[in-house]
């Protein structure tokens, strides 16, 4: 069974940086691509960014392309977050999509994703 086990959310004032992590454990790595969702009060679950199964292809919000950096390494999902802004605001989810055989594959569609991890709260001050 696949878990999710995200960590390094918190509060911060705005300008400031943070990097999420989230380790996943069971399962076979190397043919997972996976993915960064967040969600703010009231709101939808939305895209933030996603990786392909070998770490060479990303793709980033437009929201937080230029601010935010997708990397992995083996099982562990990171999040860069800089010039972090109030609207960045949400619980911040870490998601992963199983059984995928293309290596430069990634997935933007939250329903495209197998497992989710229980979020990391990420509030930004101004």
């Known amino acids: 069974q696949v878990q999710l086990v995200e960590s390094g959310g918190g509060l911060v004032l705005a300008g400031v940086s943070l990097r999420l992590s989230c380790a996943a454990s069971?399962?076979?790595?190397?043919?997972?691509?996976m993915g960064w969702f967040r969600q703010a009060p009231g709101k939808e679950r939305e895209f933030v960014a996603a990786?392909?199964?070998?770490?060479?292809s990303t793709s980033h919000a437009d929201s937080v392309k230029d601010r935010f950096t997708i990397s992995r390494d083996r099982n562990t999902v990171y999040l860069q977050m800089n010039s972090l802004k109030p609207e960045d605001t949400a619980v911040y989810y870490c998601?992963?999509?199983?059984?995928?055989?293309?290596?430069?594959?990634?997935?933007?569609?939250?329903?495209?994703?197998?497992?989710w991890g229980q979020g990391t709260k990420v509030t930004v001050s101004s």
């Open positions: 069971g399962g076979a790595f190397s043919t997972y691509a």
């Open positions: 998601a992963l999509r199983s059984g995928v055989y293309g290596s430069s594959t990634y997935y933007t569609d939250k329903n495209a994703y197998h497992y």
């Open positions: 990786i392909s199964r070998s770490g060479g």
